[in-house]
T-cell receptor
Framework: DAMVIQNPRYQVTQFGKPVTLSCSQTLNHNVMYWYQQKSSQAPKLLFHYYDKDFNNEADTPDNFQSRRPNTSFCFLDIRSPGLGDAAMYLC???????????FGPGTRLTVL | GNSVTQMEGPVTLSEEAFLTINCTYTATGYPSLFWYVQYPGEGLQLLLKATKADDKGSNKGFEATYRKETTSFHLEKGSVQVSDSAVYFCALSDREGSNYKLTFGKGTLLTVNP
């Protein structure tokens, strides 16, 4: 069974129109991550949560925000998507006593 | 800082050929090492990991050994299949504050032809 679920798998939005991507997990792990992956590149960490503590990477644009209303769910909000934000967005979880990250299937975002 | 360098692709092999994808790392601490695989249009799947020197990770016929003396974690498979066609990422995980941060290589695209 999937540990990390991402919805939707494909999302199309218009330039400048806010969009929200969703991630949920079935294991109640404390740590959740959001990555951006552009074509033919490695994933790039945007931010992570340790429980409710939010940790932003220094180079993550202000256009990207996140919410974690409870342990199971985490959302990525893109306030004003630009063409350069078209990418695969990956959510990952990490167990409490391990350094292994497990990834969801990703959401492919298209910006028109 | 930490870094991972892996063999640039693309790599094209015939079915049943031997596979090696080289990976070397630079780290200040004692990281765990990983190989992730990404099939087209999918997320990353953990393929194997090793947590300390001389550990061998293995899964689905793939193997990699954590070599501290050469700072390497090369991925090998004795006989590849068409279904192994994917992008392979080498990564290291090192503690940073309250969490572990993954540093990825650039990825290697493998294509296996029948």
């Amino acid at each position: 069974d999937a540990m990390v679920i991402q919805n939707p798998r494909y999302q199309v939005t218009q330039f400048g129109k806010p969009v929200t991507l969703s991630c949920s997990q079935t294991l109640n792990h404390n740590v959740m991550y959001w990555y951006q992956q552009k074509s033919s590149q490695a994933p790039k960490l945007l931010f992570h949560y340790y429980d409710k503590d939010f940790n932003n990477e220094a180079d993550t644009p202000d256009n990207f925000q996140s919410r974690r209303p409870n342990t199971s769910f985490c959302f990525l909000d893109i306030r004003s998507p630009g063409l350069g934000d078209a990418a695969m967005y990956l959510c990952a979880i990490q167990g409490d006593f391990t350094d292994t990250q497990y990834f969801g299937p990703g959401t492919r975002l298209t910006v028109l | 800082g930490n870094s991972v360098t892996q063999m640039e692709g693309p790599v094209t092999l015939s079915e049943e050929a031997f596979l090696t994808i080289n990976c070397t790392y630079t780290a200040t601490g004692y990281p765990s090492l990983f190989w992730y695989v990404q099939y087209p249009g999918e997320g990353l799947q953990l393929l194997l990991k090793a947590t300390k020197a001389d550990d061998k990770g293995s899964n689905k016929g793939f193997e990699a050994t954590y070599r501290k003396e050469t700072t390497s974690f090369h991925l090998e498979k004795g006989s590849v299949q068409v279904s192994d066609s994917a992008v392979y990422f080498c990564a290291l995980s090192d503690r940073e504050g309250s969490n572990y941060k993954l540093t990825f290589g650039k990825g290697t695209l493998l294509t296996v032809n029948p």
